[in-house]
């Protein structure tokens, strides 16, 4: 409020082709000692000066020099107690010795010259104490913190990426990022690699600024490790990928985790076939001497076994006639997120994996096979990309489909070879007319289940139910 008056007086003392007025410390100290801390002392004294510019300017020659020269010390001598005396109570040993430099370089030299030799003090007091502060909040390896992506990985994948141990996680708890710091980060981080860490993941969530000394500093970690980095903002990845550096930028720890298992496991299937001509994959033959594979079969017993295990009711074997064999090999797309849902799926064997949004193509192995051509580009990175959670056998998901038309939510892809029952809608209203009661066991194992994806509410479930058992009392 005392500057936006000063600088309104001061805008009107120049439209009056007055001087400029500014706020001084000096008689605001002195009002202060002298016990003025109202509005009251500041009127009083503005109205004294005007009096003393109108009429009282010869009488200046009457006031004592020794009342001028003591109202002068005592200002000195107040701020020198106020800032080197009493301020060793809050200030750090060093900031001390910052001040007592200055003012002893004051009083050798002038005031610029010791204003500007405080500031380079100053930088160099911060340089030094931010510089020997923690700048990381844990680094460890991946493996020894028990740190994997949410992707589903077989028994044997993940025990060779613990047994490999090739991944180092660090998470930075600054919020500035200069030379200083990165040398204390280099410092706690060389030591964790070791001989066979093929990836380095930061996590700067608490960044806010990066220098671009720090940028330089990324150069000096081993060329042989993959620098990957996540957590950053819109500003900072900007200037990070400005700066051209061989640093991959995820969103998250899981999709980093994700690209850095899979390029292990990538590198482990090259090694394990020894040759390139291996990694790629033959077309197809168009020789009619050679039939074609047999398609793969199930037996029914193993089809109403699945249907048993997946609704936990017995009776309803005789449905085993109503669904369909859908196969998926590795990597296949069984159905993409906004597609028309066929009907409900119960998983038979293997794993799938739910993604939500557009995901990037996956990383295959040698002689692996995408079914869908357009994979890549039909699941690109998006910002709204995340991955959900895994489907194994005994599991059944897109229920609501039997009921109502709808769209996928979701995509779904196999991780493994996989085998899946599929029961429509319209096979499900055959299945009601044959066979009623099995069809109410069905209705009633749906509505007991909560863990569904897409659910109805439980009125619209307990009348599709009633409507049920009145079409069978009908039979």
């Known amino acids: 409020r005392e500057f936006q008056i000063a600088g309104c007086a001061s805008c009107f003392a120049g439209l009056a082709l007055g001087s400029v007025s500014y706020v001084s410390l000096s008689p605001t100290r002195l009002n202060v000692d002298a016990g003025g801390a109202g509005r009251v002392s500041g009127l009083a004294c503005a109205g004294v000066c005007f009096l003393w510019i109108l009429g009282g300017m010869p009488l200046t020659a009457y006031v004592p020099k020794i009342v001028v020269g003591g109202l002068l010390l005592h200002l000195a ?6 800032g080197l005396w009493e301020s060793r109570k809050l200030l750090s040993k060093g900031e001390h010795a910052v001040v007592a430099s200055i003012v002893v370089y004051y009083f050798a030299t002038d005031f ?3 204003i500007l030799m405080g500031l380079v003090l100053s930088c160099l007091s911060f340089v030094l104490r931010y510089s020997q502060s923690s700048t990381l909040e844990f680094v460890c390896s991946a493996a020894d913190a028990r740190m994997f992506s949410n992707r589903y990985r077989s028994l044997v994948d993940r025990q060779y990426i613990r047994q490999l141990n090739g991944i180092v996680v660090a998470r930075t708890s600054c919020s500035h990022l200069f030379f200083g710091s990165i040398a204390s980060i280099l410092a706690e ?16 969530s608490s960044l806010r600024t990066l220098d671009s000394s720090a940028l330089a500093g990324f150069s000096k970690f081993p060329q042989e490790t993959q620098l990957v980095a996540i ?3 819109f500003t900072l990845e900007t200037q990070v990928r400005r700066a051209s550096l061989s640093i991959y930028l995820f969103d998250n720890i899981d999709e980093a985790l994700e690209w850095c298992e899979d390029r292990l496991l990538k590198f482990q299937r090259m090694r394990e076939k020894g040759d390139v001509s291996s990694l790629l994959l033959a077309p197809q033959s168009n020789n009619p001497s050679i039939s074609p594979p047999d398609p793969p079969a199930l037996a029914r017993a193993d089809v109403e076994t699945a249907i048993h295990v997946a609704f936990r009711e017995d009776g309803l074997a005789i449905l085993s006639e109503f669904v369909q064999l859908v196969f998926a090999k590795r990597h296949e797309v069984v159905f ?16 799938l994996q739910i993604y939500y949004g557009h995901q990037r193509g996956v990383v295959l192995g040698p002689q692996e096979l995408v079914v869908d051509a357009n994979l890549k580009r039909s699941f690109g990175q998006g910002s709204s990309a995340s991955r959900g959670r895994a489907v194994k056998a005994g599991d059944i998901i897109c229920e ?7 769209r996928h939510q979701w995509s779904l892809i196999a991780e493994t070879p996989c085998v899946l029952l599929l029961l429509t809608r319209d096979r499900l209203l055959v299945a009601e007319q044959q066979h009623p009661r099995a069809a109410v066991k069905l209705h009633r194992g749906l509505m007991l289940m909560q863990n569904a994806a897409c659910w109805l509410p439980v009125d619209r ?6 409507d049920t058992r009145a079409r069978s009392s009908t039979f």
């Not at 981080?189 to 700067?204: E, G, H």
């Open 189 to 204: 981080v060389l030591p964790n690699l070791q001989q066979k860490t093929s990836f380095l993941i930061f996590d700067f």
């Open 231 to 233: 957590g950053l903002n």
């Open 336 to 351: 993409e997120e906004g597609g028309v849902a066929n009907g409900l799926y119960i998983v038979v064997s293997g794993v």
């Open 461 to 466: 479930v307990n009348d599709m139910l009633q």
């Open 77 to 82: 001598l107040g701020y020198l107690l106020d």
């Open 112 to 114: 610029a010259p010791a």
């Open 400 to 406: 609501a489909a039997l009921f109502v038309p709808h």
